[in-house]
């Protein structure tokens, strides 16, 4: 059976962990200068990715432990 070809841009923005996917946040890159502090700080971090999203994100990831 031929080797399977992973979806790089996915490969560069989750990551698995024991519970399930994580992510970085989105509108992190630029005009934060009109950005509150509360909301900039908000968006510091990673968060979990949707367990609805999970399967979509696995079979872009097909290697993913």
Same mark, same amino acid.
């Given at each position: 059976?031929p080797? *399977?070809k992973?979806n790089?841009?996915?490969?560069?923005?989750?990551?698995? &962990?024991k519970?399930?996917?994580? +992510?970085r946040?989105a509108?992190?890159?630029h005009? *934060? &200068?009109?950005?509150?502090?509360?909301?900039?700080?908000?968006?510091?971090?990673?968060?979990?990715v949707?367990k609805v999203? +999970?399967?979509s994100? &696995?079979?872009m990831?097909p290697?993913l432990k």
């Open positions: 059976m080797k *399977l992973t790089r841009g996915a490969a560069k923005r989750f990551r698995a &962990t519970n399930g996917l994580k +992510c946040s509108k992190r890159r005009m *934060l &200068t009109s950005r509150s502090t509360k909301n900039k700080r908000q968006l510091r971090g990673v968060s979990a949707a999203d +999970c399967p994100i &696995t079979q990831l290697y």
